[in-house]
């Protein structure tokens, strides 16, 4: 029984009268009935304990029911819920004036709205208003929002319906150094490489581990030093996924485009990572056609990536517009869009009426966030947990042929399984939900995801420990082995 309602009741529910979202996923085979959260713990109605690693997919930054989050809710409550910004009240305005300090220059500008796919249409029109031009590419692999506008920048089948979706979206070839034809071992910003040999123009084959026992023999590509060798592989890979970009500027789109949107870290895509220096040299092939940039920045905004506040700093651009959400509220909901004055002002020919948007209640709330992430130096939690994590992941990963790469920033971690490391090939779903129901019939909670479902998503609230870290690799490891051992 749960407020008085039987399980049974709740999903005769869920099949009649809820969204064919809700009727369709209950992510696990027996449902999770979840009763109550505390930080990064679920209780289920039962009274089991969960470790929540998936956190409502990157939502709950600071932890469920943070009590400096539920304070600020429950004081605003009391004075005022609304006023659709057509009277002055300061709640708004101190968000925005908060927000903004934690963006570089010229990023000054702040649209609030409720969710990322709201975001995200907004940045979408904004950039077309501002530069006069319609189309728009996006990464291959990428989730940008379900709304009939963002399903044309979503690129992932499992997410598009059957209709004339996001008109004048393109998406081009993602960089993806594991699985896209071409790879290295030292290509992206994370604490762990892939193991993937590296595909340099000579040929030359070095896994990560050879690199330095190479890096003296003057035949191979990567020569001299080990930083050297490092540059020279970062080139390779990046060149052919930026000329991947290159192709799709002179065939697919006209001359003239509106914008690129990029998740810095992908996110529903499985925490992949580009290239060190794709973005940069991309944002500068966009912004010669007349776009301009845009980070999405739902998933890996808000101090997640541990490095940096926001993703985008770790690939050393700064966009020209960042659209946010999930982590923003620590799960209440809302989103923003932050820009420029300069394409703000192309904005304001128009009305833009949103009535949610900059709700009292909303700002209260993310302002509290924005503090707690500051007093509880979740930025650094992200930062040394989440690389203990990937470190201790990639030791599984060379120790099982099925983990074929451990990826991420901060704490925002992938790990994507494979039938084997040569191949590469995806594990097989079946195979996947077995090993995900067994880490949850242990006590942890972790996400699906990448464009074949083969990659566990790890995205924790910002405040777990080493010793929760312990526990899930420990759990881990174990749903590895049962799933060996019944072959
Ligand atoms: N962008 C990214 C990167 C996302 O992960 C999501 C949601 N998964 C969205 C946009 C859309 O956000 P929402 O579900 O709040 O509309």
Partial sequence: E???MSKARMMEIRQQNCSPMTMKVTYYKEPVFIHQGYMQWLWDVDGRRYLDLFAGVATVSVGHCHPK???AAEQQMKKLWHTTNIYVYPTLHEYCEKLVSYFPDPLKVIYLTNSGSEANDLAMLMARLHTGNYDIITLRGSYHGGSPQAMGLTSNAA????????LGCTNTMCPDVFRGPWGGSHCRDSPVQTTRECSCAQGTKNTAMQLSVHSSNTKCCMIKSHDEATLKCICMANEQYIGQLQET????????IAAFFGEPIQGVGGAVQYPKNYLKQAYKLVRERGGICIADEVQTGFGRTGSHFWGFQGHDVIPDMVTMAKGIGNGFPMGAVVTTPEIAASFAKGIHFNTFGGNPVACAVASSV??????DGTQKVSLDVGSYLMVEL?????????IGDVRGKGLQIGVEMVKDKVSRDPLSHQDMVEIFEDVKDMGVLIGKGGVYGQTFRIKPPMCITKEDADFFLAVFNKSIQNYMERR
Avoid at 370 to 375: A, G, P, S, V, Y
């Fill in 2 to 4: 749960y407020k008085g």
């Fill in 69 to 71: 989050v539920r304070a």
């Fill in 159 to 166: 997410y598009k319906y059957p209709i004339a979706n996001g």
């Fill in 249 to 256: 500027l002179a065939t697919s789109v006209p001359t003239r």
């Fill in 370 to 375: 924005l503090d707690i992430i500051k007093e």
């Fill in 394 to 402: 990639a030791k599984l990963r060379d120790k099982y042929e099925i």
